[in-house]
């Protein structure tokens, strides 16, 4: 009996989830120790993307799992939603005083750690970008010009309106793109189903507005770009992610092999594997 306590209280101990509001931009699960990781997922997904990589990563660091409003389940917040998320992660670091903290983000989730590795007095000490763009807008819009984005568009508004059989239909293409591994894709269609609709449509506004390129050459943290070969090819992906990142001043960029946006869930052994060696070199 008494060592069943014991397991309970040091599981207790060793998950925690930070102490926010319903309605907070984010939500964060804290397990490990060691040096801290903040770990961010992308658009639509939960922070239980990253528990396989979590397992491995916790022996040795201290994880700091972000799900942010309007996805996983967690409940949605007033618009602009990307800012107050921003806003909400830069002071979750100074208030945890996560000093040379390492941030790991897929997608959204790498262009939220490049913002901050990108501001005055950041504590950001090294930053990993899976699949990841400064400025995804520029890349899907032709003349890109952010002020011209806005909510009341004819594409959100279509979007709003869909009904649940329209929805899923769309979710379900979207899905198909992402991921090579067939079973991954419905996980990745649901999340899109379960996000708060609202934060899916207006939220995507906010992500395709955020134009990084610039902010870029204020970085000076180590960064590793690992980007997916799949469906575009290495001689697409390089000159992108080359164009993309051109006022950063120094990185590493890693292709991963027979992988689409979802790197890890197309090839978890390898990306793990990936990350434990970037991480051992800083």
């Known amino acids: 009996m008494k060592k069943l306590i014991v397991l309970i209280l040091s599981t207790f101990l060793s998950l925690s989830t930070t102490d926010e509001p319903e309605t907070s931009p984010i939500h964060v699960t804290v397990t490990g120790q060691g040096d801290p990781i ?20 916790e022996k040795n660091y201290e994880c700091h799992v972000v799900t942010l409003a309007g996805f996983g389940g967690k409940s949605p917040i007033e ?17 945890q005083n996560l000093e040379n903290v390492t941030i790991i983000g897929h997608s959204l989730g790498g262009t939220i750690a490049t913002w901050l590795a990108s501001r005055e007095n950041s504590m950001v000490g ?34 709003l309106a869909m009904d649940d ?57 180590p960064t590793t770009i690992i980007a997916a070969t799949q469906p575009y090819g290495k001689d697409m992906v390089t000159k ?29 052994e390898w990306f793990n594997n990936e990350i434990k060696t970037i991480l051992a070199k800083h």
């Open 79 to 95: 618009f602009p939603w990307l800012p107050k998320v921003n806003e909400s992660l830069q002071n979750y670091i100074a208030k």
């Open 126 to 159: 090294n930053i990993i970008l899976v699949d990841a763009l400064p400025a995804a807008g520029a890349l899907m819009i032709p003349n890109f010009d952010p002020d011209q984005l806005a909510y009341d568009s004819p594409y959100n508004n279509q979007q």
């Open 165 to 221: 059989a329209q929805f899923a239909q769309m979710a379900t293409a979207m899905s198909q793109g992402m991921c090579l591994d067939s079973s991954a894709r419905e996980d990745i269609k649901n999340w899109i189903l379960e996000a708060d609709r609202k934060t899916y449509v207006y939220g995507y506004t906010d992500y395709l507005k955020l134009d990084l390129r610039k902010d870029l050459r204020n970085i000076l943290t």
């Open 38 to 57: 903040i770990l961010i997922p992308g658009f639509t997904v939960p922070g239980e993307i990253w528990n396989p990589l979590v397992e491995e990563l």
């Open 240 to 268: 992108t992610y080359g164009d993309q990142y051109a006022n950063l001043n120094n990185y590493d960029l890693i292709l991963a092999e027979d992988a689409a946006h979802f790197i890890m869930l197309d090839q978890p």
